[in-house]
């Protein structure tokens, strides 16, 4: 094909823009919920007229791509349906507008919105907490729920007689119920009455969620993309086929945000709890595991990770000696499920980078592999051996180098404080490693427990994390399956 001058092409804003109402504000503007929430609101609009208009609050990132664009972006699907190839450019124009988190004024604005009836957001599992540091709710807030309970209080001012469904994607266990209760918390904190507290529990609906869809983000050589396109766009963002949205709701929320009806995997149910418990504790927990493995093996992305035999086996016997017998559901579901993640994991259309599922590691290791961990030692009466590999793996990552390369970790400041406090402080010899690990395990701020009351943990954990030290990762993995055997 001859190559076209991408700087002849226009933008995508050159593009026909339809206006809808905005009956849905979004807390977040990252690749997931583009390429999940707001392409699924497109499809329904498009097949069911539904006529929905999101704002989106921008809540951490100063890139103003999206607001350039004037909203629209494309979602590029990629991968396999029924053993077919597929890749499929799908232009999403559904954001009509974007809100800084950061101008409080413009915000509340948001709620005396009348067509308002749906809010959404993710932002992640370190997203849903309060913070007595927001001390006003006259004063910008910094967390989402402090934001969120603002909007909803200047709400409860302007229409105290309608209804909201509050529909949020983080992916903790009552994501619905922890974030009423953080409001509810900020309602007190900030002594904002009875008749506030009324209508949190009459006007609005807090919905339990499970989301799941792999999205990695921006595609790689872009201006090959765009020229596929016919136009430049500089806020694609690619997934997977596969989607699957769980979500508890009222009535009233399923028929003013009817996407099931629109041939997505969209379900309405009274107990999510069999979704999540898949999701969550065989994808998530999996991503978890093989992150820090993965990336300290010098390999970048999940299909990488998947395509080296060595680290695939120890992912396969993670699962089946100490993930999957511990979840209560119908074997043959649980064996589906399992089969159907592996083989998204190998999608070679989707570059899922092993550094950013790295990002807050140690909250999503609390949701994703804790559980596990202590449903196997509540059987066994013993520290599982996989899963303590994977914590070694995990502190060893948070120790911050890699071949004398600082490693660009986010998390929070005090878990990437205390390690690496732990670290500047550790000797090197095997007794020393000893006492790393008794002393990692015991702080309750990366596990929410002391881990060191898992019978032999520590001491797994130790001799794992010197063998990484010693002899790298991929060594230590033969070691580790020698032993196994």
Known sequence: MKSLNITTLGPITYLSRKTYPVKVLQFGSGNFLRAFADWMIQKANDQLGLNIGVA??????RD??????????????RGLVENKTISNAEPVDVIQRIVSARNYNTLLKEAENPDLEIILSNTTETGIVFNANDSSVNQPAETFPGRLTQVLFHRSKNYPNEKLGIIPCELIENNGGVLKSCIRQYASHWQLGEEFDDYINQQLYFCNTLVDRISPGYPEKPEQVWEELGYRDEAMVV??????????????????????????????TDNIVPYRLLKVRILNGMHTVMAPIGFLAGLSTVRETMTTSIIASFIHQTLDFEVLPFINLDSATVQAYKDDVLNRFL??????????????????????LLPSLQLYYQKNERAPQHLAFAIAALLFLYRGYKAGKKIALKDEPAVLDCLQNHWANASFAATGFTELTKKCLAEKILWGCDLNTFYQLQEYVSR??????????ILALQEFNEEFR
Do not use: M
């Not at 607001?67 to 699907?77: A, D, E, F, M």
């Not at 997934?239 to 769980?246: D, G, I």
């Open 239 to 268: 997934c997977e086929p596969y989607h699957l949205w769980a979500i508890e709701a009222h009535p009233w929320v399923q028929e003013k945000f009817p996407l099931n009806k629109a041939g997505l995997q969209v379900i309405y």
């Open 347 to 368: 999608n070679p259309a989707i570059k899922h980078q092993l550094l950013d599922i790295t990002l807050y590691s140690f909250s999503k290791f609390r949701v994703r």
């Open 56 to 61: 989106v609050v921008q809540s951490v990132s």
């Open 64 to 77: 103003d791509t999206l607001q350039r664009q004037h909203g629209k972006y494309t979602v590029l699907i």
């Open 464 to 473: 794992y994390l010197y063998a990484i030290d010693q002899h790298g990762i």
